[in-house]
């Protein structure tokens, strides 16, 4: 059953970019005739948001800000769709896409905590609530980065990112249409408890990988069994040690032949933050 509605709603995510792509294309394929790199619209995207959740919310302007907000989402959609069209697509673009989202993502809660925080909310608990969603919507995309990073998985869970953003938007705008505040207090209240859900879903998903497979558990050491295994000159002191010369044994150069050396690997920068 989790299967199916895992397949179903991915089939659903990509009908939904089908359907936009086909409204966004001309837009997108202006821009790039125009000579606009898909980064600077990723720029300007974020730049959009953020000065719609930072300069509306806290002034109490929350259908106004979501409006705003709303048109500079669709950048994210934009500059995928010119990557994709104009042959651009690289490592750089995913990784200044992936950041700036997250920035994007900490300007809408945060424009949420200086609202409540302020004379327009009035409620220093809601703030403290708003701002618990925000750390853990942002640990929930960081565990998932960290995982990948290791060579594991950490995707999934209760509340991903489009979950958390698109039912904030979506309540704040009729929250404050409707003046029912009550609405958005408590899809806040919903999406700091499903964020923090999804951060131990991910951790126990985690933790299972590594159980399930102990020899990739360390970082770039093999796992040596016992220390006289991990070190062989110290298994057997009276044993001749492999590294000292012996004036019997033939020149392994003499022939010609290369001495090889195994390779030691180190592990990589710990590189961590989506799209959930």
Known sequence: MVTRLDYDRVAMISRFRQFWTKVISPIANLLLRLGVSADAVTLVGTIGVSAGALIFFPRGHLWLGVVVITCFVFSDLIDGYMARTSGTSSKWGSFLDSTLDRLGDGAVFGGLVLYYAGSAGHSRWMAAVTLWALVMGATTSYARAKAESLGLQASGGLAER???????????????????????????????????????????????????????????????????????????????????????????????????????????????????
């Open 162 to 276: 489009s979950d958390r953003l698109v039912s904030v938007l979506v309540i704040a705008f009729f929250s404050d249409v409707l003046n029912l505040p009550i609405l958005l207090k408590i899809v806040l209240w919903a999406i700091a408890i499903a964020s923090t859900i999804t951060v131990v879903q991910r951790a126990v998903s985690v933790r299972k990988q590594v159980l399930a497979d102990p020899t990739n558990a360390r970082l770039g050491t093999p796992t040596a069994p016992n220390p006289a295994a991990a070190d062989p000159s110290t298994a057997n002191p009276t044993a001749p040690n492999p590294s000292a010369p012996n004036p019997t044994a033939p020149n392994p150069t003499s022939d010609g032949s290369v001495a090889r050396s195994a390779e030691h690997k180190t592990p990589g920068p710990d590189t961590p933050p989506t799209t959930s």
